[in-house]
């Protein structure tokens, strides 16, 4: 029977390697549809994003590293974020703080971990704790064009409004890799609400701001050839980059209506993919890494 939580939060861990110095990890088995990256150099190691924080993190990262670790936040969501309470610090972009410090919240953490388990007929001891109550880490600005060098590894900060205000993808520039976060996918969301609020006010931005944001980031294409994201998919096609781009612009000049589609498992309603793609299917169909957007046409600018 399963006790020991250090043990069992261990093993919970999945992942893959990249290469050399990129190790993929998803949490609980995976369960959870998230994905996170620990990035290796001569003198540090960052992880680019937590997840929901299910497993010991830092143990984790000993298996391949004894360098100091940083915390780098693609955004500010408990899926991406939630593991930050391990660690004293985490850097994130201010935008996204208030959400950062509502998302560290141990018991939705808890109970989703034991939702996805005992979905997946997985059971532990009733007394198993995923997420400690946790402190939340200090917090450390992220500001666009950063640098953090972990020695022969650098990695620049490009902001990216638009999933959420305070979103950021990550140039390895050595490497040639961008690490997207939710800025770029199969299908990235523009409508997601406030923490614990209806929808009328938007955690994320207009579907305009973050036009705005992968016209930025299609100016730096020359400087990468991967792009590794966050759920999904592990790694995505530069197509997809463009499909997206083209996604967004479409809906806002009108060559794409939208259609109504519904996302979270059906719990929100009421807004529209560009291309009309089944966001429980994106993912899953050959041609769904076309790249496309769901938004709320309430949201356009
Ligand atoms: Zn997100």
Not at 254 to 269: D, E, F, N, S
Request: hydrophobic share 40%.
């Amino acid at each position: 029977m399963i006790k020991e939580g250090e043990t069992i939060m261990r093993s919970f861990l999945r992942y893959t390697r990249v290469c050399d110095n990129i190790i993929r990890v998803n949490g609980l088995l995976g369960l959870t549809n998230e994905f996170f990256y620990l990035v290796i150099g001569r003198n540090a190691a960052a992880y680019i994003d937590t997840g929901y924080g299910f497993g010991d993190l830092n143990a984790f990262a000993r298996q391949f590293t004894d360098l100091p670790l940083i915390v780098l936040n693609t955004h500010g969501h408990l899926d991406h974020a939630g593991g930050d309470f391990q660690f004293p610090r985490a850097y994130a972009c201010r935008e996204d703080w208030a959400m950062l410090l509502a998302s560290y919240d141990d018991r939705a953490m808890n109970e989703k971990a034991q939702a996805a388990l005992s979905g997946a007929g997985i059971w532990t001891e009733e007394d198993t704790v995923f997420a400690p109550p946790g402190a939340a880490p200090e917090l450390l600005e992220i500001r666009d064009g950063d640098l953090f060098d972990l020695g022969g590894v650098t990695l620049e900060a490009i902001t990216m409004p638009g999933h959420s205000p305070g979103c950021v993808s990550f140039l390895y520039r050595e490497a040639r890799i961008l690490f997207s976060g939710d800025n770029c996918g199969p299908q990235p969301l523009i409508m997601l609400p406030a923490q614990g609020e209806g929808r009328g006010k938007y955690a994320s931005c207009t579907l305009e701001v973050f036009s705005h944001s992968l016209h930025k980031l299609a100016a730096r294409e020359g400087e990468f050839d991967r792009i590794l994201n966050c759920h999904k998919a592990g790694e995505l096609p530069m197509s997809c980059l463009h499909g997206v781009t083209d996604a967004v612009d479409g809906v806002l000049d009108g060559r794409y209506p939208g259609v109504p589609v519904a996302v979270m498992q059906g719990k929100i309603t009421g807004v529209f993919s560009a291309r009309g793609l089944d966001p429980e299917q994106v993912g899953k169909l050959p041609n769904s890494y076309i790249g496309d957007v769901v938004f709320a046409k309430d949201n356009l600018r």
